[in-house]
């Protein structure tokens, strides 16, 4: 233990304080609990939910990253999230979502078996509606 405080020491002056302009770890603690106190939920979700579509296009756009399941699942759990963040942040994200949809479809058009619902992806399944929670509607070959 005299090793730890030695440590936790090291940087800061000979009386134990922080080195100037640095906080203690008193107040970083006092600071983030200030910043959880004021987090919403509302916003970790709208955080969350860019993160997913972030990486669903990642998912969709990348060759070296392409996993059009994940990106599937990534759509809808957007769509489904989307409701739950402020309202004027709703437009924007719904605008995201049907972006990513057409990627998607244009991908899925392309697989290896070419035309109307192939996917890239091992297992040869077609993008149809097979999680019916939360699906749009456009998973649904035409």
Same mark, same amino acid.
């Given at each position: 233990m005299a090793d730890e405080e030695h440590q936790a020491s090291e940087g800061q002056? *000979? @009386?134990?304080?922080?080195? =100037?302009?640095?906080?203690? %770890? %008193?107040? $970083?603690? &006092?600071? #983030?609990e /200030? =910043?959880?106190r004021r987090v919403r939920v509302e916003d970790v979700i709208l955080q969350s939910v860019v993160s997913i579509l972030n990486l669903s296009a990642r998912r969709i756009a990348k060759d070296d990253e392409r996993d059009l399941?994940?990106?599937?699942?990534?759509?809808? &759990? @957007? *769509?489904? #999230?989307? /409701? $739950?963040v402020k309202p004027d942040a709703?437009?924007?994200l719904r605008q995201a979502i049907s972006e990513l949809q057409v990627l998607y479809a244009k991908q899925a058009g392309e697989g290896p078996a070419g035309g109307e619902?192939? %996917?890239e992806e091992p297992g040869g399944e077609p993008p149809g509606p097979e999680r019916p929670k939360g699906d749009s509607g456009l998973w649904t070959p035409g």
């Open positions: 002056p *000979s @009386g134990g304080q922080p080195s =100037e302009g640095q906080p203690s %770890e %008193e107040e $970083l603690r &006092a600071q #983030l /200030d =910043e959880i399941e994940q990106a599937k699942i990534g759509i809808d &759990a @957007g *769509s489904a #999230l989307v /409701d $739950l709703q437009p924007q619902g192939g %996917e």
